[in-house]
């Protein structure tokens, strides 16, 4: 099958969460089950300076919003996967790739209208025709929307990787986006009232997944389904939950070129001085008796950071330290700062977005906090686990999937899970995982649970495959 990927993010130069990952990694793992993919995201700054990307000869003519737009297409590849990025620098040569932590650039309707428009473009100029378009996320959401008004013969697979972000506007707004009036309608981007990109996307594609199990169920209920629940329950025939997977390759303790020294499994001497080396370069106090708490996240309110605030004085009270790279909501960094100023050496908080350092803290941690609200799939605690830090998870979404709770009778699981979404609850949880730590031993069969998952895209490969299969059946 053929297959052209539509997102806004692609690790590593286009980075603000999991879905750059992702789009890394998936379309490379169905290209090698000898599909034919190629991925197509906006030419941000990072792209073209990355210089993995090389203008073509392609110029097309991009009509959006009331306009027509000649947009240069360039080029790159990633072994079997084809690469293109359609520039337009007055959308896309930005330093951030959505906003500046205030909030979402004024202008994202127009750039990721444009973006659509512009992958569907692209895809009637590639041979051989992509027979499915795969857009991810709201960013992308317009993307069924411009195939069906063009009455393309491409199917359209539409994934949530996270429903919070809808990507709402005025319903003032439809007429910009050159589609016809009829899908600015209960069956298309209206909803109550307003515009809404991912409703439409739901409605409008040919299949919908999310990326874990439990959130494609969750979803579907008042609770996490951010007002679209109804909506998703009306559609639940066409909505599958496939769980991430991370690339085992560039994730992988014993050739990770980031950290201070390889371990594995079975030999876990390097991970001793990734910890120490960890202590020194963040500024934490060194001890060695006492555990230290690591959180890599993107500063968002569902990440459940300031649960993680709250608890810091207890879980310092009790011995522990915690160090915090995020970057993202500014009021939430200063809350993180403030939480540091006031406890110095014991709670560290560098607010950067640093792949190194994340990849250090995941060796160097013995725990990983991860108290988040919902959580479609998460990556990162995946990555904890195979790098031996042991994850304290709220149990929602993809993290109910990858985290199993401990149990010291059994010497099975791993990690510690906490349900509801409280204090109190994060506090029992995090007890838990103190008073494994209190036990060497048997801490380390945890830690080495974890690090013997297998996590890679060896599963999601075929329920992509079926997806993709009944659409075009
Ligand atoms: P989300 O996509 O919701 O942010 P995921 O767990 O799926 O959550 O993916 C987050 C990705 O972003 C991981 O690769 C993680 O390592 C990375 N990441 C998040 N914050 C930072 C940061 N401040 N510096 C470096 N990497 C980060
Ligand atoms: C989103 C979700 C995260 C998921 C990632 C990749 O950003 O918040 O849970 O892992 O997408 O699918």
Not at 95 to 101: A, K, R, S, T
Not at 171 to 174: N, Q
Not at 187 to 193: A, D, Q, S
């Given at each position: 099958m053929n297959i052209l990927f539509v997102a806004t993010e692609l690790a590593p130069h286009a980075k603000v969460g999991g879905l750059a990952d992702?789009?890394?990694?998936?379309?490379?793992?169905?290209?090698r089950a000898g599909h034919g993919i190629s991925v197509v995201v906006p030419l941000h700054r990072g792209l073209r300076k990355s210089g993995e990307f090389r203008p073509t000869s392609l110029t097309m003519e991009i009509p959006a919003t009331g306009k027509s737009w000649p947009t240069r297409v360039w080029q790159g590849r990633r072994g079997e996967v084809a690469l293109w990025a359609v520039e337009r620098d007055e959308f896309f040569d930005r330093?951030?790739?959505?906003?500046?932590?205030t909030g979402d650039y004024p202008d994202s309707l127009e750039r990721f209208n444009f973006l659509a428009r512009a992958s569907v473009e692209l895809a009637r100029y590639l041979d051989p025709t992509p027979d499915i378009l795969h857009a991810n996320d709201w960013h992308a959401a317009l993307v069924p929307g411009h195939c069906a008004a063009l009455g393309l013969p491409m199917k359209t697979v539409f994934t949530i990787h996270n429903l919070k972000y809808q990507g709402e506007f005025p319903?003032?707004?439809?007429p910009s986006l050159g589609l016809p009036s009829g899908m600015y309608?209960?069956?298309?981007?209206?909803?109550?009232?307003r515009l809404n990109l991912m409703k439409g996307a739901i409605l409008l594609s040919d299949a919908v997944t999310t990326v874990s199990p439990t959130y494609a169920r969750e979803i579907q209920a008042e609770a996490q389904g951010f007002g679209l629940h109804e909506v998703l329950r009306a559609n639940a025939a066409k909505l599958t939950g496939i769980l991430n997977g991370i690339d085992e390759e560039s994730w992988n303790p014993a050739i990770d070129h980031a950290i201070k020294s390889p371990y594995r499994t079975g030999a876990?001497?390097?991970?001793?001085?990734?910890?120490a080396a960890l202590e020194i370069e963040v500024g934490l106090e060194p001890a060695n008796g006492r555990p230290i708490f690591g959180m890599v996240t993107r500063m968002a309110a569902e990440k459940g950071v300031d649960l993680a605030l709250a608890n810091a004085a207890h879980l310092i009270q009790k011995g522990g330290r915690l160090v915090i790279l995020g970057a993202g909501d500014k009021g939430l960094e200063e809350m993180a700062v403030r939480l540091a100023q006031n406890h110095p050496r014991k709670v560290v908080v560098r607010r950067e977005?640093?792949?190194?350092?994340?990849?250090?803290?995941?060796?160097?941690?013995?725990f990983f906090l991860m108290p988040s609200a919902s959580e479609p799939c998460g990556l990162t605690q995946m990555y904890a686990m195979r790098y031996g830090a042991i994850p304290v998870v709220g149990d929602t979404g993809g993290l109910h999937d990858t985290v199993d709770e401990w149990e010291g009778?059994?010497?099975?699981?791993t990690g510690f899970l906490f349900h509801p979404h409280t204090e109190s609850a994060l506090r029992g949880a995090v007890d838990r995982a103190l008073a494994l730590w209190d036990e060497p031993a048997i801490m380390k069969v945890a830690r080495q649970?974890?690090?013997?998952?297998?996590?890679?895209?060896?599963?999601?490969?075929?329920?992509?495959?079926n997806v993709y299969r009944s659409v075009l059946a």
């Open positions: 992702v789009m890394a990694a998936l379309p490379q793992a169905l290209a330093e951030h790739l959505y906003g500046d932590g319903s003032e707004d439809f309608s209960p069956e298309g981007f209206e909803f109550y009232g876990l001497r390097g991970r001793e001085e990734c910890r977005h640093n792949e190194g350092l994340a990849r250090r803290i995941f060796a160097g941690s013995d009778e059994t010497r099975k699981g649970n974890g690090m013997k998952k297998e996590w890679g895209w060896g599963s999601a490969v075929p329920a992509y495959e």
